[in-house]
């Protein structure tokens, strides 16, 4: 399995730093989306108890001129300038329910804007580093049981440890590793499985036999 987390260290407190702030960040940013898209919903009230009203008139105006054609001979002169008022109210009631649905639309957009953008731009940053640190704590779980592997890490710490770190394990690191010193080796392994943030147990000595 996977290491997610470094060894009790200032990295694994930086770890789990940096989880909880992604975590509280993605929540608050889906709070303020939620305001935001309620805001702007909000501001098609007017426009739908428009159309609401509208149509209501409407449907009154309708409701006479079916009264009114039945009066003998006046009936379908009468009725037609109600025909002609409810179909302009039709019309008025078609523009509010777009301008409703224009709303609705917008405040989806600017809803889902507020959330993704600055998630995302926190994970872009976030998720690399997460991932490469199981990368490298799986690749050097994997070397650090073998001879070979524990060889390939002093080779590594030698080559990316700062020089004040080598020289508290040797006075000339490089030629104790030429020189195949045992107890150097394992001492430079375990200095970079530190930095890969593994524990530091010794690792395999070269020269033992495989587990």
Known sequence: MARVYARPSWQLAAQVTSDVFVVVWAVVCALLARLVHSVVTATATP????????RGVSGDLEAAA?????LPGLGPAIRQPFDNAARRLDGLTAAADHQVAVIERAALVLGWSTFLIPVLLVVAVWLPARVRFVVQARAAERFRGTEAGVDLLAIRAIATQPLQRLGQISTDPVHAWRSRDTEVIAALAALELRRTGLPDSPPVPPGSPRP
């Open 47 to 54: 426009a739908r108890e428009s159309a609401k009203a509208i």
């Open 66 to 70: 079916d009264k009114l054609s039945g």
